[in-house]
């Protein structure tokens, strides 16, 4: 099973492994196409709610607005939806990716304790 998780600072973990499923073999007309897999999805939505996390906790600027904007409620929200995920996506990742989760959820967590300062 390709790689699930890539660091946070190469836009985090979903292209990889969405890439090597959406490969140019896949995409030809006549191909064998295969289905998205479940945990292919589950990593997307990771990667969008710990954007949204890091963007609630005014580390970084939401593109929508193009403003920094602080809001802790929504931060933890974030954090403990992202921490549930996380627990059944480590179940199909291999060890790598399982502590770049682990890590991601840490920095989260301790990002979230330095802002509440």
Do not use: C, H
Not at 18 to 38: A, C, F, H, K, R
């Amino acid at each position: 099973m390709p790689s699930v998780l890539t660091s946070r600072r190469s836009s985090r973990f979903k292209r990889r492994y969405i890439y090597t499923l959406m490969n140019e073999e896949l995409l030809e007309p006549g191909s064998d196409n295969q289905p998205l897999e479940v945990a292919a999805v589950l990593a997307i939505f990771v990667d969008q709610l710990a954007g949204v996390a890091w963007q609630k906790l005014g580390l970084q600027v939401d593109p929508m607005t193009n403003t920094v904007q602080k809001n802790l409620a929504e931060a933890q929200f974030a954090i403990d939806i992202l921490a549930d995920m996380s627990t059944r996506l480590e179940a199909k990742v291999d060890e790598s990716d399982r502590r770049q989760l682990q890590t991601l959820l840490r920095d989260l967590r301790i990002n979230f304790v330095n802002q509440s300062k």
